[in-house]
């Protein structure tokens, strides 16, 4: 039985987009920004040469073959089937904890973040904006005690 | 930023980290799906379900292995998810060698921007001049020791992979 193919242009877009936009761009600028300081500009374009040397090979390769499967199908075809299925599982095998690591990320932002930040908001409409003030967040001691907080470390 | 700020990027990065897994589930079960399909692993993950089509067994295979991996050690996940992509990233650029010459000018895209074919005068075809006949030497090469030899590019070349005459487009079984 065939898969249904019924995704158009703007579905394939908003998967794509919903795909590359997570921790890379809300986590990972910071880090480098904390190494290489303002030259992360420089190095985000030679990332993004890099990037954009395997985005025009997927992108010949896609528009040519339209089929299920695609490192495995275009690599089956030009070099064996052995490659094929090497390439295939391998590739399986990169997405798949991709997005367990999406999911954990999730996890600690809901848990860490979001969570904290209601908790302060509701304790201080209970005890009054004046007891906020006096705490600080742990990640925001001025003695940085790193096991303080342990899920920011995940991140 | 302060908590406020905190809170919002936390807010616009949730959706985006869920989507995130939505679309790597969704992409790796093809995989197996693909793989299945080409008879290199059990017909059970080819299986489709009739009412979404969707490849349901695969799709829970890849489930588990995400399940799986969300109690790894993260900097070993991210080594595996970075050392396991190398493989098929290399062999997709050689694919492209190869397969443009096998028959150059096959696909639309490069075609349209001037990258394809002997007569291009850019300096990727002069670099592709340079580069010789080597890569259809390695193919040809793999072709003669390889097993499955139907499935190599000679013979995609006569049976599988056709080329429409008035439209240019290349034409997959």
Redesign the interface.
Known sequence: ????KDLGLIHIFS??A??????G??ILPGLAHARAGPAVVLSYFLAGLLAM??L??????T???P???A????????????????????????????????????AV??LV??LY?LM?TVTSGVLGAEQLDKRQ?SWDRPDGSPSASPPCR?L | MGSAGRFTISVAALPASLTTANAGIMTASRYLFAISRDQLLPRLFNRVETRSKTPWIAVLATGVLVLVAMFVHLEILVWAIRDSYLFPDGSQGYCVQAWRRMRPGWSEVTAVAGLTGPSSRSAWGAGRRLAGRRPSRVCGGLRKWHPGRNWTMGCCRAAEVRQNSVSGRTVLP
């Open positions: 039985m065939q898969l249904a998967l794509a919903g795909a590359m936009i997570s921790s761009l809300f040397r395997g025009l090979s997927i992108i010949e390769l528009t040519a073959m089929k299920t499967g490192d495995h199908f275009y690599i089956s075809r030009a070099m064996g089937p052995a490659m094929g299925t090497v390439a295939g599982v391998l590739s399986w095998f990169s997405l798949s904890p991709k997005s367990a690591f999406a999911l954990v990320g999730a932002l809901l973040t979001i930040t302060i967040p995940l």
